[in-house]
């Protein structure tokens, strides 16, 4: 069939941080690991070389390598199937390609005005404060010409990228490039928090990490925006439709007998229902769901904890950060 040739190989692009969001460590495990059992050929592009327009690491690709290293591992911790992926690091890619990516680049940004471009900038990393730099601006020509370049079927992105692959798509028709780039997106989290605290990024409640230990767990869920009987716009609902629910193919709420007792939920019909009945109240959903996101993270704390290899990573990258 064609649609299961079009899934003999597929495409995620990692973009790398010091600190790691559940969107990043859980719902992409979730989404490679799905794609691999459907039967596809997976790659991981490993963005090392965006790091020269990364202002804390300060351009040093050095530096990026190591915490594409400390992606991997946090990934291996939470049981991606690596073996089963190639990594291909995206320095070494242009390294070897020179002469046929950076015309490339040249020639995106020669067909596209700069108002085009900085409309891709618009979901920037949300802890970078300040106006753009031109490096900033000018990346998404480079992200651009990475889709193009590589030679495969799908791609996995982050809605953040999705700007990007439209200038990619555009570029194609402006060319009259027949084989335009074909993404799947998976869903982003909302932020934790109610507004207007939801307007500050560097607020440490608006989102749950993968460094995040027990307390913090409980600490950020507390603070979150749970209005009573309401589920949409709720961001605790979508972290158990999103990470809970796919990860243990279940909810579970425990609560004394008087106050409905114990249930498992194997939906989000049957718990927004609940939910919007008045039947299970906030702060119960909110126990389950800070319960369900530790034990979700458990490994991984329990194999940066024990591995001396994981241990010396979170050191480097740590030291990173602090310095710059």
């Known amino acids: 069939m064609p649609f299961e040739l079009m899934l003999t190989r597929a495409l995620f692009k990692s973009v790398m941080r010091g600190s790691f969001l559940v969107l990043q460590g859980i719902m992409k495990t979730i989404s490679v690991n799905k794609m691999v059992k459907s039967g596809c050929k997976v790659k991981i592009v490993m963005a090392d070389w965006f790091a020269r327009v990364n202002r804390e690491i300060g351009g040093n690709l050095n530096k990026m390598r190591t915490i594409g290293l400390y ?38 940004a020669r067909k596209n005005s700069v108002r085009r471009v900085r409309r891709c900038c618009q979901n920037r990393d949300p802890y970078v404060m300040g106006e753009l730099t031109a490096a900033e601006i000018f990346l998404p020509c480079l992200q651009c010409a990475v889709i193009l370049f590589q030679k495969v079927d799908i791609w996995l992105l982050g809605m953040e990228q999705h700007e990007a692959n439209l200038l990619a798509r555009q570029y194609c028709k402006h060319v009259k490039r027949r084989n335009k780039p074909v993404a799947v997106l998976h869903n982003t989290l909302p932020n934790l928090l109610q507004y207007p605290a939801m307007e500050n990024r560097r607020h440490p409640a608006w989102a749950i990490f993968m460094e995040d230990d027990k307390e913090d767990i409980c ?69 389950a769901l800070v319960k369900s996101l530790n034990k979700t993270l458990q490994p991984v704390r329990d194999h940066f904890g024990s591995n001396a290899e994981a241990k010396d990573l979170v050191k480097a990258v740590e030291e990173y950060y602090i310095a710059d």
């Open 71 to 108: 992606n991997i591992e946090m990934w291996k911790a939470t049981g991606m199937a690596l073996d089963e992926v190639e990594l291909v690091w995206l320095s070494d890619e242009i390294s070897q390609n020179a002469d046929k990516y950076w015309p490339l680049v040249m020639d995106i």
């Open 219 to 287: 600490f950020k869920i507390e603070k979150a925006f749970c209005p009573p009987k309401l589920a949409e716009g709720n961001p605790c609902f979508q972290y158990i439709k999103r990470i809970i629910l796919p990860w243990f193919g279940k909810f579970e709420v425990v609560r004394k007998r008087e106050n409905g007792g114990t249930k498992t939920f194997l939906s989000m019909e049957e718990l927004t229902a609940d939910y919007e009945s008045g039947a299970l109240h906030p702060a119960d959903l909110k126990l």
